[in-house]
T-cell receptor, first 113, second 109 residues
Framework: DGGITQSPKYLFRKEGQNVTLSCEQN?????MYWYRQDPGQGLRLIYY???????QKGDIAEGYSVSREKKESFPLTVTSAQKNPTAFYLCASSSLPKGTEAFFGQGTRLTVV | RKEVEQDPGPFNVPEGATVAFNCTYS??????FFWYRQDCRKEPKLLMS???SGNEDGRFTAQLNRASQYISLLIRDSKLSDSATYLC??????????FGSGTQVVVTP
């Protein structure tokens, strides 16, 4: 079955550590996105990518980094520079150029301990 | 100004009643429009696409008004299970997704 997979589902990080969240899709989608969601809030765009080896900052990119070496994969690294990383992280993908509906992974819940 | 705006609610709706809410978008070149549903602590899931002529899926009706740049969602005969946050999604001329912050609906017995 085609879909988008995020891992891990839950992640605990010590302060000062970098962590990488995985996002893989086998839908042959061009565009991939990372969002952050805080309790009771909407989705905020961190980074997005429309093509391999290219990505753009979203509204809250500070403290995060991404790569897009393969069409299927768009990992997100939460660096120690991110001051308040505890949140729910969602990865999504969609087709281009017109823009079909987005498919989401199940999310990663990151907690800093 | 946000590119996609929604009334956050909550809309408190008695079971069996009808509820409707809108989403406005700022980019007149927007191409595609969707409504997503998000349950607490879960990922958003596609509820329905919104077509120019309007479309219906069971108790849900979506409308697009390009002249006034808004889309709407109407839920008839509300069920307790309709309680969720409804996200409006718009794609720009490049196909990039723009999300609204969501409208919370609470259906009460």
């Amino acid at each position: 079955d085609g879909g988008i997979t995020q891992s891990p589902k839950y992640l605990f990080r010590k302060e000062g550590q970098n962590v990488t969240l995985s996002c893989e899709q086998n839908l042959n989608h061009d565009a991939m996105y990372w969002y952050r969601q805080d309790p009771g809030q909407g989705l905020r765009l961190i980074y997005y990518s429309q093509i391999v080896n290219d990505f753009q900052k979203g509204d809250i990119a500070e403290g995060y980094s991404v790569s897009r070496e393969k069409k299927e994969s768009f990992p997100l690294t939460v660096t120690s520079a991110q001051k308040n990383p505890t949140a729910f992280y969602l990865c999504a993908s969609s087709s281009l150029p017109k823009g079909t509906e987005a498919f989401f992974g199940q999310g990663t819940r990151l907690t800093v301990v | 100004r946000k590119e996609v705006e929604q009334d956050p609610g909550p809309f408190n709706v008695p079971e069996g009643a009808t509820v409707a809410f809108n989403c406005t978008y700022s980019n007149s070149a927007s191409q595609s429009f969707f409504w997503y549903r998000q349950d607490c602590r879960k990922e958003p899931k596609l509820l329905m696409s919104v077509y120019s002529s309007g479309n219906e899926d069971g108790r849900f009706t979506a409308q697009l008004n390009r002249a006034s740049q808004y889309i709407s969602l109407l839920i008839r005969d509300s069920k307790l299970s309709d309680s969720a946050t409804y996200l409006c999604v718009v794609t720009d001329s490049w196909g990039k997704l723009q999300f609204g912050s969501g409208t919370q609906v609470v259906v009460t017995p």
